[in-house]
Nanobody, 115 residues
Framework: QVQLVESGGGLIQAGGSLRLSCAAS????????MAWYRQPPGKQRELVAI???????NYPDSVRGRFTISRDNAKNTVYLQMNSLKPEDTAVYYC?????????WGQGTQVTVSS
């Protein structure tokens, strides 16, 4: 069983930066992929960043160039660096891990960007 715990969310002004962290209970080196999703108020959950075990990353156009996913294997932690934040980035951000054919989710962390 994999447990994921996000942290780092909060209230920030537009143009600012935040770094989210996702601490995993297992060795993230073995995970097939780790990703960050977000769910804006009243909308569906959407992918914002994914990193495969091989190191490949992918981002949707809405965040490409502003968000960066990275990992620290020694700390079993995945990060989401978010720069140049916009009000439309306001959402609950969730960490996701793919391992052993299963998809695991954290509890989410709220990010609110004020204009």
């Amino acid at each position: 069983q994999v447990q994921l715990v996000e942290s780092g969310g909060g209230l920030i002004q537009a143009g600012g930066s935040l770094r989210l962290s996702c601490a995993a209970s297992g060795s993230i080196f073995n995970f097939n992929a780790m990703a960050w999703y977000r769910q804006p108020p009243g909308k569906q959950r959407e992918l914002v960043a994914i990193r495969t075990r091989g190191g490949s990353t992918n981002y949707p156009d809405s965040v490409r160039g502003r968000f960066t996913i990275s990992r620290d294997n020694a700390k079993n932690t995945v990060y989401l660096q978010m720069n140049s934040l916009k009000p439309e980035d306001t959402a609950v951000y969730y960490c996701n891990a793919l391992w052993g054919g299963q998809s695991y989710w954290g509890q989410g962390t709220q990010v609110t960007v004020s204009s």
